[in-house]
T-cell receptor, first 117, second 110 residues
Framework: KAGVTQTPRYLIKTRGQQVTLSCSPISGHRSVSWYQQTPGQGLQFLFEYFSETQRNKGNFPGRFSGRQFSNSRSEMNVSTLELGDSALYLC????????????????FGPGTRLTVT | GIQVEQSPPDLILQEGANSTLRCNFSDSVNNLQWFHQNPWGQLINLFYIPSGTKQNGRLSATTVATERYSLLYISSSQTTDSGVYFCAAWGGAGSYQLTFGKGTKLSVIP
């Protein structure tokens, strides 16, 4: 079974531009989460989607947004890029069933490394 | 929210040595995972271990949920074990997120 895939793998953008990152979960996984990793802040949760619904959002400005499609693929968008948005963006998927108290093993993709100049 | 602390932050080992990495968490958890981040940034799943002990080759992990800690054991370390090891805990019912520790950077020298 194929793992989580993310595209593109590397991206260079200029301040003020916007960017869209894509994530395809493992087949059959309906939950997709996004995380940002920077040297200073470590790994931080951005948001989680299940069946096209955002169930939780981390402490990030509104410039960070996401969505999930009916085939469970997800995209995240960052508008008006800032230098501090340079980071590794990781996507994870799991076999969540949509129950409130459920927890499932998370599987991560290879990440998209975004550089903002 | 839940807090996750890992120790030590850095560890240098001679090839063949054994090591123990520790993860403390601030509240009861029902999901605890250990990852190894490779040099390209991908998080590789090592263990999903909310409680108890699991083994996979030279690696094993133990989580004592009642005392809020987990341990990752690496035996007979190899240079390929180098990298950063993260533990991550589920942030509680309804949070749908993993909270990560800051990681332990392991360097195995020949």
């Amino acid at each position: 079974k194929a793992g989580v895939t993310q595209t593109p793998r590397y991206l260079i953008k200029t301040r003020g531009q916007q960017v869209t990152l894509s994530c395809s979960p493992i087949s059959g996984h309906r939950s997709v989460s996004w995380y940002q990793q920077t040297p200073g802040q470590g790994l931080q949760f951005l948001f989680e989607y299940f069946s096209e619904t955002q169930r939780n959002k981390g402490n990030f400005p509104g410039r960070f947004s996401g969505r999930q499609f009916s085939n469970s693929r997800s995209e995240m968008n960052v508008s008006t890029l800032e230098l501090g948005d340079s980071a590794l963006y990781l996507c994870a998927s799991s076999l969540a069933k949509g129950l409130q108290r459920e927890t499932y093993e998370q599987y991560f993709g290879p990440g998209t490394r975004l550089t903002v100049t | 929210g839940i807090q996750v602390e890992q120790s030590p932050p850095d560890l240098i080992l001679q090839e063949g040595a054994n090591s123990t990495l520790r993860c403390n968490f601030s509240d009861s958890v029902n999901n605890l995972q250990w990852f190894h981040q490779n040099p390209w940034g991908q998080l590789i799943n090592l263990f999903y271990i909310p409680s108890g002990t699991k083994q996979n080759g030279r690696l094993s992990a133990t989580t004592v949920a009642t005392e809020r800690y987990s341990l990752l054991y690496i035996s007979s370390s190899q240079t390929t074990d180098s990298g950063v090891y993260f533990c991550a805990a589920w942030g509680g019912a309804g949070s749908y997120q993993l909270t990560f520790g800051k990681g332990t950077k392991l360097s195995v020298i020949p």
